[in-house]
């Protein structure tokens, strides 16, 4: 049977997240950084800024000179965190077979799916259209054959739209593209390409054979020679269940006062620990995600000998790994909880505890608290430490 691979791509994904919060930086050189000195490496950059000669992975100093009318934009991981939950729905909706990429990239397989469906064609304009109204996100589509030719697809449009390569030609369509289209060639190889054999174009890799290859590519030549005549095997990945419990927030504004961090993460701990407990299991290893104002993040884990699943017993492993995460003395933008190794939850106290906090935990208290809480509401009754300011802005 022949397959139906669509590959759909939001080009320059960080700024047109930007764009779609901010519609003022439309048509302007727009570039989004890491950090925010000078030092700071481009992760995105907009065409208008490209046409200047600014490219990703150069310093906002640099850049700066190469085109002084830039702006530059911190990283928004919430933004992009909500665009995923839209791409997820809306692939779902497609097909099961779905792989999420990279910048605002996923596939999807339609094979065998036209009489449900209708036409990979049809598919992609709908998939378009819904991504331009619910997102506010120019979109490009690649239909063909497999995920190697769909994506260079979508990456040869300029602008929004679709292109649909004929099954069975998709060695045709990428022979004259540039050896650079070619996934996994960088900058070296694409040079010793350039300059030791003098190959510019897709179709003149397709022409050598794999011994040709070797000398310049090494154990890399064969899939070259095979990407290069248009085949790619690999099939569509559906992403991974994970059972890990996570839980995220972003401030309403960036504070470095204890109490409100503290407050924000408490919260964070209760409801892991009421999702752990649903599940009748608890957590070994408790890992912490902060982000400062500046988009740097800093992440730590510690791990526990017994499955922790009570409020207390969580909040006061949660403070611990707090002082060791965060370290710099710049305000928190955003903080990010997870729960993962999960064990069945253990109802035995430690005989040979290192301290009283380790047998500290009253399951009947937190019983009781749980039903309060599922017959009143989660509000109905909270721990006093997470009564303070939580500054909680919604899901990161």
Known sequence: MTRDILHVAVPDFDVALARAA???????????????????????????????????????????????ALRLLPPQPELAHRALRVFTRLALHCSPLWEPGNHGRFYIDLTGSHRLLGAALDVAARLERDIAEQLSLPATCGVAGNKLVARIAADYLR???????????????????????????????????????????????????????????????????????????????????????VEETVLSQADNDDAAVR????????????????????????????????????????????????????????????QRTWQRRVRLRALRLGCDRLAPLSRQM????????????NPNLQNALDQLRERFGHESIQWGRNRAKTGEGGDW
């Open 22 to 68: 901010d519609p003022n930086l439309k048509d302007r050189p727009v570039a989004v950084a890491a950090g925010v000195s000078d030092r700071s490496p481009l992760r995105c950059v907009s065409s208008e800024a490209r046409d200047d000669g600014v490219r990703p992975g150069m310093s906002a100093h640099v850049a700066r000179r190469c085109c002084p």
């Open 350 to 361: 430690v005989l040979f505890a290192a301290s009283q906090q380790e047998n500290a935990w």
């Open 159 to 245: 602008r929004p739209g679709i292109c649909d390569v004929l099954r069975g030609s998709e060695c045709y369509f990428i022979a004259p593209l540039t050896v650079s289209t070619l996934p996994g060639v960088g900058s070296i190889r694409t040079a010793r390409l350039l300059a030791d054999l003098n190959l510019r174009r897709i179709e003149q890799i397709a022409a050598l054979s794999v011994a040709q290859l070797e000398p310049i590519c090494g154990s890399f030549a064969a899939l070259l020679h095979q990407r290069a005549r248009g085949i790619d095997p690999s099939p569509v990945c559906p992403p991974r269940h994970s059972t890990a419990i």
């Open 263 to 322: 407050a924000a993460l408490g919260r964070l701990a209760e409801n892991c620990g009421l999702r752990l407990r649903n599940l009748g299991r608890g957590s070994t290893r408790l890992r912490l995600q902060v982000r400062y104002v500046d988009g740097i993040s800093e992440e730590k884990a510690d791990s526990f000998s017994v499955a922790k699943a009570f409020d207390l017993e969580l909040m006061d492993a949660a403070d611990r790994l707090l």
